[in-house]
Each structure stands twice: as structure tokens, then as C-alpha cells.
């Protein structure tokens, strides 16, 4: 009778709880089970094993096996202990020391034939590993990945021999190839957009001050082409910041493309999807693509058309930057901390306020299509811009007078340094207690925010934010104190909600 004890990490949601993997071998009739709350891929990896062990040239017992995976009441799914199962088995019957085990821990799919094939999921093990302090050992296939996390031990194998030969005192492992850190390149300019002097100010001022923003206009005005250049504007992310975004991309498929290492999120879900797209869901909760676009841009292109309940899901991501997930077995919890922009058209057909005279929209149907984003919902947006066509001699000369992305990401690196130093936060996520002691107007700035309130019936939610907009503003002019101009700014960009018809 033997018993062996290896360690790996189950997965669930952005944590990755320490699994033992106990392997008892005793006498009796050959049995192989495994135990756990292990779901069907993980019971399956018991032929896996078996054809692997003995495909290798090496001996699988023909007695009793029992597995437990501990703690019994965590789920354990996917093919990620099959290599930990292998390694208990050999050290139990003695085919390896059983000590150099004691401080790896195991990670890896077995083909029938012993080859290790990449395992997903494993960025969030990546990264709470570090607090172990064991070893890791993963497949070749995850050594991109692995390369990405600072301060951990990681090896590499294709094989379950080439792990067996070097926990045996042979061949050592060869670590993860180190990638260089290089910053993402910006595709599209802010330069590429002709004319749209306020919706290039009002995305400079988004990506300064992290605000959500949207656009109305006429088809072809360049709604999209803005907001696909804001992620052009936001500074790289930082280790810490990359590491949380990577773990996030992980979870999902086709997973994260290391590739995309320390580049801003930029999601743009089609206006079909659900609710569970948007926030997150399924049996084991998935995040959804608000945190998906952590850290970067959520992009709703024709808002209106997204389903109403999956809009005001919305509401409390927006708010707080964060998803709880519950369910009846599983509870997770992702952040969301992205940007929302939004682009709409100004009525059903598109065309309201049109020189050409094209709309033929009563009041009504624009009352109808506009109220399909609710007044909570629009509150939560800081930016609304009104878009206006392009003359023919602005879509001409552009190119010569259109700042690039990288001019104006000086300026929103700057302003950004001076909100951090200030508060250690951005002005969009500053609290009422916060947004009353940093973003305090003087006395004219005061006066207008109050007439403004009094006439146009804002919430105090839209007022706090129309005061931290006024922030940013005085922020990217270097500005100590809101002025009256930095409040009038604000004001005019809130106008989607200025101009909201009536009920």
C-alpha cells in the first residue's frame, strides 16, 4: 500500500484554489478512481493516464487506485490535472522520489501517447502561484504565457518522460523563453479623422480622465472611426494592470493572445447580444464582454438596438467597475473597469437633421427610439456629443491640420499623471466625498452648474460628473481650480441629455 501527494490549482472564475491530488495504491482487483467533485473531463483523464503511463514505457499499477482531489467540495473541471495524476500514480509506485515532488506543482493535458498538450485557464494559476513559492511545471504550449508572469519558477516539457527524467536527477527542464516588451503598435490615428473639432476634444477628454462617452450622428460621420482611435490615446498598461487583463482573456475562447501583451482592450459585441454576453454568465459563471474590455474600450455601436435588459445591466458595472455572478453552485466576481462609448444615430431612420431634408421621423418615433436608453443609464455616460457631416473642404485638407494619436497621448499622459498624484485615481472614479473636495468649481463656476440644474432638472448623480468632466478639463490645461469655462464645457457635452425630448 502506497499514498502520494502532488499539487496543482483548480479554476474558478479569477481565482485558482490549491488542489492536492492524494494517490492511494493498494492490493485488490484493478480499479481506478477518482474522487472530488471532479466533473466528466476530469473523470475521463483516468484512460488518459493509464494509456499515457504505459505508452511512455513505464509500469501502471495493476492494483486498487483511488484519487481524491482536495478539498472535496471544490469543482474541478477541463484536463489541467492529468499530468498531476500521472506524477502521484509514479511516485506512489515509486518511479520517481516521491520528495522532489513536494515542492512543484503540475499542470498539463496528457495525449494518449504522453505528450503535454497546452492547458487553458492557466493565468490565473500563473499568478497565484507566486504566493506558494513551489515550482511550476507546465507544457510547452503554455510557455508564452507562463513567460508573461514575473517572480515565479516555471519549466517547460512536451513530455511526461522529460518530467519523470528530471525529477529522477536526469535532463533539467528548460524554462519559458522570455519575451521582449515592446509597446503595441497604433493602427489607426486620430489623424485619419477629418473635421469633428468637439468629438476630437470630447475623445481627448474621455481618454484623460477615463470617462464614458457617446456619439449621435448622421451615418458616416465618423462615430466609429472615433472610438475605434480612443484605445490609440490611453497609455500602456502597466505590469500589474497587463497581468489582470491577460488573467480576464484567459478565461474565455480562443483565450489570451500573448501577442496582445500590455495593448488597452477594445471589445465591440454585435448589437444581437445578450445579457449574459454583455455581463457574464453560465453554469460556472464566464465574464462577459464589460470584462472582457477591463482596463480598455467597450464599444456598443447603434445602442439602441441592444436589447433593453442587457443595457441596463449595464447600470451597476458602469457604477461600481465590478460584476458579481451568482449562481446556484458558483459565485465569481470580475472587475469592470472599462470605458463605455457608445454611438447612435439621431432618430430611427438616421437622418433627423439632415440638410438634404432626408428624415420623415415624427416626434413621436424619435421620442420612442431615443427612450429606448433610459435616463439612469444616460446619466452614467459623462460625454454626449452631436456630430455634424463633414463639409467637402474638411474631407479634404484633414490630413494637413488632424493632430495624430500620439500628440494628443501626451497630453492625456499628462493629465492622467496630475490625477493620480492628486487622489491616486481618475477623476472618473472619484466618489461624492472625493468629487466634492478635488473638483470644487469657484464661485461663477458654481452659479452656472446651479442654473444649470434648476433649468434643465439634472440628477445629482449628472451634476458629480459634470464637475469631475470640468476636472479633467482644468487637468489637460494644467489648471489648478474649475473655472466657468471648464463648467460650460462640461455642460455643452452632456447634450444627447440636455436635449432629451419629453415624455
Not at 480562443?254 to 488597452?264: E, H
Not at 429606448?372 to 485638407?397: F, H, K, T, Y
Request: aromatic content about 4%; hydrophobic content about 40%; some cysteine.
Amino acid at each position: 500500500m502506497s499514498l502520494a501527494t502532488v499539487f496543482s490549482r483548480a479554476q474558478n472564475g479569477l481565482q485558482a484554489p490549491q488542489v492536492r491530488v492524494e494517490v492511494h495504491v493498494a492490493g485488490g482487483l484493478p480499479a481506478f478512481t477518482i474522487v472530488g467533485l471532479a466533473e466528466t473531463a476530469v473523470r475521463e483523464s483516468r484512460d488518459r493516464v493509464r494509456a499515457a503511463i504505459q505508452n511512455a514505457g513505464l509500469e501502471f499499477p495493476q492494483r486498487r487506485i483511488t484519487v481524491n482531489l482536495a478539498p472535496a467540495d471544490l469543482p474541478k473541471e477541463g484536463g489541467r490535472f492529468d499530468l498531476a495524476v500521472a506524477i502521484g500514480i509514479l511516485s506512489a509506485t515509486a518511479q520517481v522520489p516521491a520528495q522532489k515532488t513536494a515542492d512543484v506543482e503540475f499542470y498539463g493535458e496528457l495525449s494518449l501517447g504522453g505528450e503535454l498538450r497546452r492547458v487553458p485557464d492557466l493565468f490565473p494559476a500563473l499568478l497565484q502561484s507566486r504566493r506558494g513559492g513551489r515550482r511550476l511545471v507546465v507544457p510547452r504550449g503554455n510557455s508564452a504565457e507562463a513567460a508573461l508572469v514575473p517572480r515565479i519558477r516555471v519549466e517547460v516539457a512536451e513530455h511526461l518522460l522529460d518530467v519523470c527524467r528530471s525529477l529522477c536527477g536526469g535532463d533539467p527542464l528548460e524554462p519559458p523563453l522570455r519575451c521582449t516588451d515592446t509597446e503595441p503598435g497604433v493602427e489607426a490615428d486620430l489623424a485619419d479623422i477629418a473635421g469633428q473639432v468637439q468629438a476630437r476634444r470630447a475623445l481627448e477628454i474621455a481618454a484623460a480622465g477615463g470617462h464614458n462617452l457617446m456619439f449621435v450622428g448622421l451615418p458616416g460621420t465618423g462615430k466609429s472611426m472615433l472610438a475605434t482611435r480612443l484605445p490609440g490615446l490611453l497609455p500602456r498598461l502597466g505590469e500589474a494592470e497587463a497581468l489582470e487583463v491577460a488573467a480576464i482573456a484567459a478565461l474565455t475562447r480562443p483565450g489570451f493572445d500573448p501577442r496582445r501583451w500590455r495593448a488597452r482592450p477594445f471589445r465591440s459585441p454585435h448589437h444581437t447580444a445578450s445579457t449574459a454576453a454583455l455581463i457574464g454568465g453560465g453554469a460556472a459563471p464566464r465574464p462577459g464582454e464589460v470584462s472582457l474590455a477591463h482596463r480598455g474600450v467597450l464599444f456598443l455601436d447603434e445602442m439602441p438596438e441592444f436589447g433593453r435588459a442587457a443595457l441596463e445591466a449595464l447600470r451597476e458595472p458602469l457604477e461600481t467597475g465590478q460584476v458579481c455572478l451568482a449562481r446556484a453552485a458558483h459565485r465569481a466576481e470580475y472587475p469592470a473597469q472599462c470605458q463605455l462609448v457608445a454611438a447612435m444615430n439621431p432618430c430611427p431612420c438616421g437622418y433627423l437633421g439632415d440638410p438634404a431634408g432626408r428624415c420623415h421621423c415624427s416626434l413621436e418615433q424619435v421620442r420612442r427610439y431615443r427612450g429606448r436608453i433610459s435616463g439612469p443609464l444616460l446619466d452614467r455616460i459623462d460625454l454626449q456629443v452631436e456630430m455634424v457631416p463633414v463639409s467637402a473642404e474638411e474631407l479634404l485638407s484633414h490630413r494637413s491640420c488632424g493632430e495624430s494619436s500620439g500628440a494628443v497621448r501626451q497630453r492625456v499622459v499628462r493629465a492622467r499623471r496630475r490625477q493620480l498624484e492628486r487622489c491616486t485615481r481618475l477623476n472618473a472614479r472619484l466618489d461624492a466625498a472625493q468629487t466634492g473636495l478635488f473638483c470644487e468649481p469657484g464661485t461663477a463656476g458654481r452659479r452656472l452648474l446651479t442654473q444649470a440644474l434648476d433649468r434643465f432638472g439634472l440628477s445629482a448623480r449628472a451634476a458629480h460628473r459634470v464637475l469631475r468632466v470640468a476636472r479633467t478639463i482644468a487637468d489637460l490645461a494644467g489648471s489648478r481650480d474649475c473655472g466657468r469655462a471648464d463648467i460650460a464645457e462640461a455642460l455643452a457635452l452632456r447634450a444627447l441629455e440636455l436635449k432629451r425630448p419629453a415624455c
